[in-house]
């Protein structure tokens, strides 16, 4: 089981940037798929996710109406497109195996992280 998550950089801010995060080892239809942040000298916290089983996404309140959740079947993979970056969007950006209902919980298996940085 993998998770290979890419797509971060450097942007100014109200700039995009699209995640992605490939899975192999396991199908889409097998786990939920979230994304969490961790920036430098703060906790880790949940930005998204998308359950397995049905359309049900979570946003965190800070991201929400900027960030769109989405997945590719045939790719095995999930996206995480970020409008609008602010320079607290500063972050490295994790993929992980989640339980997602009424929010992220329970992270699983991890992919490696990728850096978003957006400039002011």
């Known amino acids: 089981v993998q998770l290979q998550a890419s797509g971060g950089g450097l942007v100014q801010s109200g700039g995009s940037l699209r995640l992605s995060c490939a899975a192999s080892g396991f199908t889409l239809d097998d786990y939920a798929i979230g994304w969490l942040r961790q920036a430098p000298g703060k906790e880790r916290e949940s930005v998204s996710c998308i359950s397995n089983r049905d359309d049900y996404t979570f946003y965190r309140d800070s991201v929400k109406g900027r960030f769109t959740i989405s997945k590719d079947f045939a790719k095995n993979t999930v996206y995480l497109q970020m409008n609008t970056l602010q320079p607290e969007d500063t972050a490295v950006y994790y993929c992980?195996?989640?339980?997602?209902?009424?929010?992220?919980?329970?992270?699983?298996?991890w992919g490696q992280g990728t850096q978003v940085t957006v400039s002011s």
């Open positions: 992980a195996s989640v339980f997602c209902l009424y929010g992220l919980s329970s992270p699983g298996y």
